[in-house]
Nanobody, 125 residues
Framework: QLKLVESGGGLVRPGGSLRLSCAVS????????IAWFRQLPGKEREGVSS???????FYIHSVRGRFTTSRDNAKNTVYLQMNNLEPEDTGIYYC???????????????????WGQGTQVTVSS
């Protein structure tokens, strides 16, 4: 399994940006797909983005064009750049890991066996 530690959450105004970081370590760190999930108030956890080891990125429709996931191999860190944030993006964001295999969509909770502790993102004026 992987050890995943998120950081970078906080309070931002609508239209603003945040960058979340996920520090990845463990035996499978070079052979894993890393996804971002979020849990919005009163809703089930949903997959937002997924980045495989070939740096192919996949997104759910509601964030495509606003969110970008990327990787810095030298830092063993995966990022989620979130732009043009909306109040509806408010929630707890988690990074999660799974073995690197397709298909890449949908991004489901049950396929991921390693989870970070989560970081709060609040979009409010």
């Amino acid at each position: 399994q992987l050890k995943l530690v998120e950081s970078g959450g906080g309070l931002v105004r609508p239209g603003g940006s945040l960058r979340l970081s996920c520090a990845v370590s463990g035996d499978r760190s070079d052979d894993s797909t890393i996804a971002w999930f979020r849990q919005l108030p009163g809703k089930e956890r949903e997959g937002v983005s997924s980045l495989n080891k070939r740096d192919e990125a996949f997104y759910i429709h509601s964030v495509r064009g606003r969110f970008t996931t990327s990787r810095d191999n030298a830092k063993n860190t995966v990022y989620l750049q979130m732009n043009n944030l909306e109040p509806e993006d408010t929630g707890i964001y988690y990074c999660a890991g799974r073995l690197d295999y397709g298909p890449w969509l949908p991004i489901t909770v049950r396929e991921h066996d390693s989870w970070g502790q989560g970081t709060q993102v609040t979009v409010s004026s």
